[in-house]
């Protein structure tokens, strides 16, 4: 299993600028996450997804989109790049709802704005 | 608003002793909390965690100590090994959808 991947490693956009980040997990995990992490920061949430074709907001969901078409992937969409979401992105996953499950997260994804 | 605080950005240890790492919280709904441990370049991995219906939970060298009445949760870990320099998240739920951290304590373990 490669449990939880993300694409790219690193990323380099312009102001105004779009891109998807990619997570994919094969674990056959329902639920996943997006969180960004900011310097000196905990992890925030932005989106999350409870199985295929459902996503709610998280704490910082504004200027990002999500869909969830299969159980397997779940990118992120930043319409217009800002700086202020320079920031190392993280995908998780996890197998449901209960007390002994937790998330198992990606390798993350660095993404500076100029 | 921070609801799951981690007041203290790093922590030095000799190797073979205790380290202890606090965490505090504001939302008296939250009754699950983790622990994370994560190195550079990596995502966090999971580490320990606690039910709000118990006050200790152990996991070999490691044990996590909840105290409802002061919000407040600490994770030991004995002995202290060079391998456990890391940082540690403290993270919190009160449904399992929506997971709040800490801003992190960076461990030091210096052989």
């Known amino acids: 299993n490669a449990g939880v991947t993300q694409t790219p490693k690193f990323r380099i956009l312009k102001i105004g600028q779009s891109m998807t980040l990619q997570c994919a997990q094969d674990m056959n995990h329902n639920y996943m996450y997006w969180y960004r992490q900011d310097p000196g920061m905990g992890l925030k949430l932005i989106y999350y997804s409870v199985g295929a074709g459902i996503t709610d907001k998280g704490e910082v969901p504004n200027g990002y989109n999500v869909s969830r078409s299969t159980t397997e992937d779940f990118p992120l969409r930043l319409e217009l790049a800002a700086p202020s979401q320079t920031s190392v992105y993280f995908c998780?996953?996890?197998?449901?709802?209960?007390?002994?499950?937790?998330?198992?997260f990606g390798p993350g994804t660095r993404l500076l704005v100029l | 608003d921070q609801q799951v605080k981690q007041n203290s950005p790093s922590l030095s240890v000799q190797e073979g002793r205790i380290s202890i790492l606090n965490c505090d919280y504001t939302n008296s709904m939250f009754d699950y909390f983790l622990w994370y441990k994560k190195y550079p370049a990596e995502g966090p991995t999971f580490l320990i965690s606690i039910s709000s219906i118990k006050d200790k939970n152990e996991d070999g060298r490691f044990t996590v100590f909840l105290n409802k009445s002061a919000k407040h949760l600490s994770l030991h870990i004995v002995p202290s090994q060079p391998g456990d320099s890391a940082v540690y998240f403290c993270a919190a739920t009160y449904n399992f959808n929506k997971f709040y951290f800490g801003s992190g304590t960076k461990l030091n373990v210096k052989p």
């Open positions: 998780a996953s996890s197998p449901g709802q209960t007390v002994q499950e937790t998330q198992y």
